[in-house]
């Protein structure tokens, strides 16, 4: 099996998803775009948030 990887950006993440589904197309990893600054301090000491 080949693992692509392209990012897209779109306006509905739920509308992408179902797309991609409903294509048997594989989402192996979803990534938000956005981090808050305890997402981005737990990546960097390795941690987990609690929340």
Request: charged fraction near 30%.
């Given at each position: 099996?080949?693992?692509?990887?392209?990012?897209?950006?779109?306006?509905?993440?739920?509308?992408?998803?179902?797309?991609?589904?409903?294509?048997?197309?594989?989402?192996?990893?979803?990534?938000p775009?956005?981090?808050?600054?305890?997402?981005?301090?737990?990546?960097?000491?390795?941690?987990?948030?609690h929340?």
């Amino acid at each position: 099996m080949r693992n692509d990887t392209i990012q897209i950006q779109v306006d509905d993440c739920e509308k992408a998803s179902r797309l991609l589904r409903e294509n048997h197309i594989q989402i192996l990893r979803q990534t938000p775009a956005y981090k808050s600054l305890e997402d981005y301090y737990f990546e960097l000491v390795g941690g987990k948030s609690h929340v």
